[in-house]
């Protein structure tokens, strides 16, 4: 089991992402299986990235269940992204659409 964290972290990276190591972890899931050029690859990418979204989610929820309740749901106010912010989620769609249409023209 994890440990409830003492205190809201705001500052690097959590200034901007809610869950910087999750989204992270996701790009260097998607570095690693889309260098592998295949489907299979590109779907296990797609999957790991949901797990992270739904373990950030069950952070989260577990995170509003303590003393941290009011100071979390201010920060989260004040931070929108949660893996990804706008351009990073721009470059995830483009690079799995680049590697769909590359099974089809390969």
């Known amino acids: 089991e994890s440990k409830i964290p003492e205190h809201i972290i705001r500052d690097g990276f959590y200034a901007k992402k809610l869950?910087?190591?999750?989204?992270r972890f996701s790009f260097l899931y998607m570095g690693v299986l889309l260098?592998?050029?295949?489907?299979?690859?590109?779907?296990?990418?797609?999957?790991?990235?949901g797990i992270q979204y739904i373990?950030?989610?069950w952070e989260e929820k577990r995170i509003l269940q303590t003393d941290l309740k009011e100071e979390y749901g201010a920060y989260q106010?004040?931070?929108?992204?949660?893996?990804?912010?706008?351009?990073?989620?721009?470059?995830?769609i483009l690079l799995f659409l680049g590697c769909a249409i590359g099974f089809f023209y390969n």
Request: a positive charge.
């Open 19 to 23: 869950h910087p190591i999750y989204g």
């Open 35 to 49: 260098s592998l050029r295949s489907l299979n690859g590109s779907l296990l990418a797609l999957l790991l990235i």
């Open 55 to 57: 373990n950030a989610m």
């Open 77 to 92: 106010k004040n931070v929108h992204s949660i893996l990804f912010d706008r351009k990073q989620s721009i470059i995830v």
